[in-house]
């Protein structure tokens, strides 16, 4: 079980990266404005949990929601934990932050589930 996790994180973090290193470029020879930086910056954290939680409910054998519920509630006390540590605030923006990715993770993990079952 630790292994899937560990698996489906190092996917999620090995995506984060690349794209938050292209997007550094981006910014640093200005090809995008600051809104579209951080549009793409909100989209790939989205998209990478969403791949993360799609390989874990491909791999589970029922209820995918909670697969994905654990998967992002493991991130999301991560990003805390590194947020009040670091950045040391909290608004309703960051609230909002972190049920996108709830929702991202579930909804990945039910599409990995359902992918599971059609094949």
Same mark, same amino acid.
């Given at each position: 079980?630790?292994?899937?996790?560990?698996?489906?994180? +190092?996917?999620?973090?090995? /995506?984060?990266? /690349?794209?938050?290193?292209? %997007?550094?470029?981006?910014?640093?020879? =200005?090809?995008?404005?600051?809104?579209?930086? =951080?549009?793409?910056?909100?989209?790939?954290?989205? /998209?990478?949990?969403? /791949?993360?939680?799609? $390989?874990?409910?491909?791999?589970?054998?029922?209820?995918?929601?909670?697969?994905?519920?654990?998967?992002? +509630?493991?991130?999301?006390? +991560?990003?805390?934990?590194? =947020?009040?540590?670091? %950045?040391?605030?909290?608004?309703?923006?960051?609230?909002?932050?972190?049920?996108? $990715?709830?929702?991202?993770?579930?909804?990945?993990?039910?599409?990995?589930? =359902?992918?599971?079952?059609?094949?």
């Amino acid at each position: 079980m630790i292994k899937k996790y560990l698996r489906s994180y +190092l996917y999620t973090f090995s /995506i984060i990266f /690349i794209s938050y290193i292209l %997007i550094t470029l981006f910014s640093y020879f =200005n090809i995008f404005n600051t809104t579209i930086i =951080n549009v793409l910056k909100l989209f790939t954290i989205v /998209i990478s949990i969403f /791949i993360g939680s799609f $390989i874990i409910g491909k791999k589970s054998l029922k209820k995918g929601y909670l697969e994905g519920l654990k998967y992002s +509630l493991i991130f999301v006390l +991560l990003i805390l934990i590194i =947020n009040i540590i670091f %950045i040391r605030y909290f608004d309703i923006k960051l609230i909002i932050y972190y049920l996108i $990715i709830i929702i991202s993770s579930i909804l990945g993990s039910m599409f990995g589930i =359902n992918y599971k079952k059609n094949n």
